[in-house]
């Protein structure tokens, strides 16, 4: 961490911060530069919050030299981890599509739609039961028999489940069904929720909050693999911006990035990336084309009539031309 | 609801639209444009998630006509709500002003700010004994110890208490200690927990998500108010953008609209809306003259010691400060 | 355009403003819904500013129907429009690569730039002569010196020159060496400047503005088209968002939503979008997945020398593999 | 400056990067830590990007140390500076309050609203004649025609003109009519104006561009004081977000920075900041409460005929009421 004193600040007042920073256990080294002087604190400073030293007199402002995450960060790990996902090991050349619709609506739907991405390529099929609203008048997803639904689907199709947990407290219920706990973008940092999945047996697929950063994702990361489970898998799912053309912006910088700064793998979510149908296959492509390790797209085999999110769904058959394409793309920069 | 069609959308295409709009049970009424047909649909269509017709053939977009919020929508109920909270009616005239610590430390540190903010004029005393922090690594506060020095504190100075409460099933215990069940900005949208406070005697304070619009925050009060709790506070507290001279930037816009949309009291929190408390007395000044119904501010007697939130933690004086500057713009407005 | 009357409008307001409108020459329909009123604006209302009706008693909002640009339009004109490049028709399945330093710092950096652009495939060559700096002390360009240069590279080469035009009464100096004239996206607004480029022989590539919506994008464009200048490309290369660890953002969502909203060829701008030499190539791939129709490529010889953007500058080795990277994936999806 | 080398760079890395700088002629200073190495750049690197060092082998990061801008800060100049406008010094505690149309749109239009505003008490009259429009079919201004009516305005009210100028070879044109030049925030980096107008004569009213950081802002001063003009005005009329309830979101915390970081007084636009006349004497109060110097209003007689802005414009009587409000914040912080 590094310490930037006002101009003209005082010796008094560097002698001030110096003294204050030991007794936080970290060494000092001043360097007197030609308008400011900065304080070096030397040490991990990780678990201290260095926005506290901007708090005394004659301190400007203060920076971080070290990334606040460890358990994460590629520094740590440098090979990547892989996350087992139906006989592929997510994280190697083999892509991983996860697909399935927004929603456990019914029985029908639901086989309907997961013997239909089974054929056309998914390795896995997606499903909420627990769906988080921003509304109370709407669909509230069906609980428990949702689940009791997607098991069957697994029984039948022979494809793992994710599916989304909200409540620290139905981590338990919500894993004896699921194969993969879904943590959803407005959960990103629900701590509770984090720690709580930190203990679970179940590989879990972290998304990223549509307005948190990329650092901030790999924080709650970090809640993850610090309590135990290594089986992470980040998801870019876009990002809150003054655009209002797409639901949201689909931050494909942050695949490369992700991929530089983590050894955990990365999955692109193009349909809420998006937020249009017709748009999703284009942003698929260009997750792979960037890096991406998977995707995991919203498929409805009658979209008109979801309970939500149809409007950002494919049918079935665009998705067959989906998972072609991504293939093409895949093997072209040596995946497949 | 509207739909707007594509230019050049067959009959057939219309036809079909407005047969899957009568299927939902709303009726319809068509006007044809110049360069394009719109599909009114008439009903009450806030259930019902208008971008899912999007999906329909030679559909361009949906409009929304209605306000998707009622219970907390001033249509509904033109008269302004009051929350009562240490005599004040909050929602009146007088300017409620909430002051404490970020984090309750220790029994030491709470009892010494409680009695210097009650001094200030205070009428309420804010402390997190739960804390939601970024890093695993950081102090995640004192938990129940620190709901009962909270309690000690009431005892002494007769504050209130607001203090934040993070899960659905925390909410009894927190309840058990607090007057206001604090919602945090990171769990404004955690639907089991609102759905919690919802049914809890204690009053609300729902503070904005950093990445939420004005909608959703009113949209997440729905969800109390369809609970049956009444007593609810919304917090305008910074919402992220790309300036990064400050921590957030403080909307200052949505107090007057806010006061516009909802019957609900609007409380401004300075402190995390620019993040270093140089500016947190002009920021307060500016909520009050722009309407705001008081606010809530982070205030600690060493603030170069704290375990969060230091940088923008006011000390007692200058709180004092801020107190006197504060009724100043009130009564200039024909507040007291 | 549609007005979007209060709940509760009185019928003398709802008359007010069907006379309003009729007086701009517009048809009315009236819609009765079951809380609010409608009143559907008939006839082209694009040169209207529609949110004028909001400022009438009684009136909620306003929404446009129609899109707001015409000759942009994809409506207008189904078929692609196509600009000649150095023999390529951009917008044509084949790939456009445009590279080259960001400024000309000198007559060798340049030249030897040039060369290694083309031998790795570029089909034209950039370069700033004319630099927007944010600072009054960095560096600003050589001016017409750097002109010369380019040209002189062009006739070494044979790639034709991309370069930046700042002012309107530059055009004529500009678009004596360039055969396409840049617009920076800091003045994707200057609408003197695009009315001057809507007037010049030479193609324009129209860089979308940091803070610009594609709307937006797509309205400036209409400036020029609006001229007489058919020859337009534009280029997507970041937007200004929350997230501060990359540069820009690559709205990669915007290439499929150009390519269906207009007519007009699209290039993309990794080198800008990403900010991060290391990151550029992986965004570029994705731009090609997503259908971009070319790509413009920050190339210096020696990028820690470089006056400028040195840090999103690759080497020639580097750009040759991206080139063969990008070749790949057009081929994948049909492209050459 | 101060450049972070990775975790693990090597000796040779680091000897590259203090070659490399103190090639560009600073001095060094190592610290090494207990994961990371720092060079520190000694000297002023204002005019060096300094992010070019990151393309150096071993380097993660680069961070200033030093504000970027000179003339305009506080620390060169710690007393504020004044701007005399019609017997006011813009900066002293007394409120300068600018009002008027968007545009010129006629005599009468202007005549009547000058003559409205002075009564009023604004103390200078605003009104484009030259008006940046998104779209190349709506109201473009008056032109010179415009900017004599303003003249004519000002020989009957007394009140001196702000108009916008937007091309470097219009500034002597309007600079004849002009006493305040406008930098609409379209042109805020538009730099060849910027020095336009840093060797005229008139006062420069210098607009936040609508997606530009402070920081941004006082270097595009920094063009203008360079140029040697020094009666200079910043204004603070939003920025873009997220937020699409407002036309755009005020950000009110940089009334209080600015007036940190700099001695240039700063004006608030209630009118642009939050985009529905409704909200403008709220936030038009809160900016003064905030510490602003003073306000530029949008009023028309007749909004709902306005051919541009019509729908945040105040009618003449919500104007005066909005004089009243601000004097009284004003005088309960001590100003008039």
Redesign the interface.
């Given at each position: 961490m590094?310490v930037?004193m006002?101009?003209?600040a005082s010796e008094k007042q560097i002698n001030t911060v110096v003294k204050?920073v030991e007794l936080d256990g970290f060494a000092t080294?001043l360097?007197q530069?030609?308008?400011?002087t900065?304080v070096?604190v030397?040490?991990?400073g990780?678990?201290k919050?260095g926005?506290?030293?901007?708090?005394?007199d004659g301190v400007e402002k203060t920076?971080r030299?070290?990334r606040?995450f460890k358990l994460t960060s590629r520094?740590m790990q440098p090979m990547d981890s892989t996350v087992p996902l139906n006989g592929v090991q997510v994280g190697e050349p083999e892509i991983a599509i996860i697909a399935g619709p927004c929603s456990v609506e019914s029985r029908e739907q639901l086989l309907e739609t997961a013997h239909a991405v089974k054929e056309a390529g998914a390795i896995a099929l997606r499903g909420g039961a627990f769906k988080?609203?921003?509304?109370?008048?709407?669909f509230?997803g069906m609980g428990e028999e949702g689940l009791k639904i997607l098991a069957e689907a697994r029984e039948q199709t022979g494809l793992p489940i994710v599916t989304e947990v909200?409540?620290?407290?139905l981590v338990p219920l919500v894993g004896e069904y699921a194969d993969v706990l879904q943590i959803g973008a407005?959960?990103m940092?629900?701590?509770?929720l984090l720690k709580a999945v930190g203990k679970s047996e179940c590989s879990v697929l972290l998304k990223r909050?549509?307005?948190?950063?990329?650092?901030?994702l790999l924080?709650?990361a970090?809640?993850i693999l610090?309590g135990g489970n290594k089986n992470v898998m980040l998801c870019e799912r876009g990002?809150?911006?003054?655009?209002?053309?797409?639901r949201n912006?689909?931050?494909?910088?942050?695949?490369?990035?992700l991929k530089?700064l983590t050894h955990i793998p990365v999955i692109l979510d193009p349909s809420h990336?998006?937020g249009?149908?017709?748009?999703v296959a284009?942003?698929a492509?260009?997750?792979?084309?960037?890096?991406a390790d998977g995707l995991i797209v919203e498929v409805h085999p009658h979209?008109?009539?979801?309970?939500?999110?149809?409007?950002q769904?494919l049918k079935p058959e665009k998705f067959a031309e989906l998972v072609q394409?991504v293939r093409?793309?895949a093997?072209?920069?040596g995946r497949n």
């Open positions: 590094i930037v006002k101009a003209g204050r080294r360097v530069g030609t308008e400011r900065i070096c030397l040490g991990d990780r678990p919050e926005r506290i030293y901007e708090v005394l920076t030299v070290l606040p520094e988080p609203r921003s509304s109370p008048y709407s509230q909200m409540a620290p407290e407005r959960n940092q629900n701590y509770d909050g549509l307005m948190s950063t990329i650092e901030e924080m709650s970090e809640y610090s990002i809150r911006t003054f655009e209002k053309y797409t912006t689909t931050d494909i910088n942050a695949i490369p990035v530089d990336g998006v249009k149908w017709a748009y284009a942003v492509r260009a997750g792979i084309a960037a890096g979209p008109e009539e979801a309970l939500s999110d149809g409007a769904s394409q093409a793309i093997a072209s920069i």
